[in-house]
């Protein structure tokens, strides 16, 4: 017969990363424990409500549930199953040993008969066995079902920003939305022009945004450095081929990790901004040329770090003038431009058909990189490997065989495009004779280190080093005679075309 005096606590638990969905919800199992209490009889003192994992011991309200108990205030539990009370050892041990000692003296629940005696203790026993099991081996099969995803090159999780889950196949794609974004973000970073909080604001204010806020700085870093981008999967130091689309080329990642190396190192005083401070190197000594200001006007000097040098100052307005010059020598008539424009789209039919023994070359290597990969596991299997070793020597293949995939994917492009380079370079000749004219010293100056590199400044005169095919401009117009009759006419400049820039 139920002790009329006996006093109940309703406990109801429901934790939020239990897949089972034959588990009720808390407003369920309230409902249902007050209608069984009701019906058989039973006095609730307290209603415990928690929603929490019950795999590991430390839940809170459960605690103050257990000492309320050993204080006497209940000598009961009304709960919708033993797993709802304990799935770990300890606070199942807790609940046996208060019913061993007498503080707990009936434990009620709908779909489980339970009663204070010896039999009774060991199904509760075991009840509590296999709630513990069911959660050491749910566990199981999730780092296994993660494994496999990742062996699969599946991303395992939730999608990071940039992509979406695919509910369909398991995978991810592109978030068309965000996607441009985040290689847009790529771009800005590996120009090495833009701190990572300038990134941040220039991002978060054409309306890049996490799921639920705004992006932190440290998103912004945690993004740069996922090589999920390039379609590598990184999980718990380990490397994984992914089959997803990735957004950025390895090539654009890599860079972005080269310019954060560099801004993580300690750095020195700000200096005033000067157009061509750093920019050349002193003739006579090797040193770098700085500038400063005196009497209103800037002057370029040697810093003579290296001991006494005679090179003389010399104005900034004489530099920019012999900058000018320079982009001139290299500069092309609009109409000529155009016509090798039009003469190299001609040519991109017979230039897709460049680099086919290349192609299979790379094709060979990433059949190789495959069976190798294949071995390497072989030998972890057999033991001949740690799991440390296995690890770092797949990660080098892994980045091996993604390169040549980029490489194979570059010549897919170059097939198309590989005459665009010479085009954009024409379009830079015309674009120098009027930027020549008419163009600020910082932009002079940026299309200048385009068509050259080793800047020197010497006896008051710039001196550099014209790229490939800046100096065939130069020498052509020179033979060619800027001005004069034929100079225009395209047989003159067709060593520019035979080349790839």
Not at 465 to 476: A, D, G, I, T, Y
Request: one cysteine or more; glycine letters at 8%; hydrophobic letters at 35%.
């Amino acid at each position: 017969m139920q002790n009329l005096n006996m006093r109940y606590f309703l406990y109801a638990r429901k934790s939020t990363d239990e897949p089972d969905r034959q588990i009720l919800s808390i407003e369920a199992q309230l409902s249902e424990l007050r209608e069984y209490a009701q019906k058989e009889g039973l006095t609730i003192a307290r209603e415990f409500i928690e929603s929490k994992t019950a795999k590991e011991p430390g839940r809170e309200i459960f605690n103050d549930m257990i000492a309320s108990i050993e204080d006497g205030m209940a000598q009961g539990i009304i709960a919708w199953h033993p797993d709802r009370l304990a799935r770990n050892s300890i606070d199942g041990g807790r609940i046996i040993y208060l019913v061993d000692i007498g503080k707990i003296t009936a434990l009620k629940f709908p779909t489980f008969w339970f009663d204070p005696t010896p039999q009774g203790k060991f199904m509760l026993s075991i009840a509590f066995g296999q709630s513990k099991y069911y959660v050491d081996n749910l566990s199981e099969n999730i780092k296994r079902g993660f494994r496999q995803k990742l062996r699969n090159g599946i991303w395992p999780a939730c999608a990071p920003l940039g992509y979406i889950n695919d509910k369909n196949t398991k995978t991810i794609y592109p978030d068309k939305d965000r996607a441009v974004f985040i290689r847009k973000t790529f771009e800005l970073y590996a120009t090495g022009d833009y701190p990572l909080a300038e990134v941040r604001r220039i991002m978060n204010g054409v309306g890049l945004k996490g799921r639920h806020t705004t992006l932190s700085v440290g998103n912004y870093q945690y993004m740069l450095k996922n090589p999920v981008y390039y379609g590598l999967i990184r999980y718990k130091g380990e490397l994984y081929e992914g089959k997803h689309e990735p957004i950025i080329s390895k090539a654009l990642f890599d860079k972005c990790q080269e310019v954060l190396l560099r801004k993580s190192k300690p750095k020195g005083p700000r200096l005033k901004p000067y157009t061509y401070r750093g920019v050349f190197h002193c003739a006579t000594c090797g040193c770098f040329i700085t500038t400063e200001t005196q009497k209103a006007h800037n002057y370029l000097r040697c810093t003579k770090r290296k001991g006494s040098c005679d090179e003389p100052f010399v104005r900034e307005e004489v530099i920019e003038e012999q900058i000018k010059g320079e982009l001139k020598n290299v500069s092309l008539p609009p109409a000529l431009a155009a016509l090798l424009i039009q003469h190299a789209e001609a040519e991109k039919a017979a230039a897709a058909q460049a680099g086919e023994s290349a192609r299979q070359k790379l094709r060979d290597n990433l059949v190789i990189l495959t069976d190798q990969l294949g071995k390497l596991l072989d030998l972890v299997l057999q033991g001949h490997l740690t799991q440390a070793e296995y690890a770092s020597k797949k990660a080098q293949l892994v980045n091996d065989k993604k390169e040549i995939e980029n490489k194979l994917a570059a010549f897919a492009r170059e097939g198309r495009n590989r005459l665009e380079p010479l085009k954009r370079f024409y379009a830079l000749c015309e674009i120098a004779g009027k930027s020549a004219v008419s163009g600020s010293p910082s932009e002079n100056l940026q299309i200048m280190r385009k068509i050259g590199s080793n800047f020197f400044l010497g006896g008051q005169k710039i001196k550099l080093k014209f790229n490939f095919p800046s100096e065939q401009v130069r020498e052509l117009r020179q033979a060619a005679g800027f001005g004069k009759p034929g100079f225009e006419t395209s047989e003159i400049w067709r060593p520019l075309r035979d080349s790839n820039p």
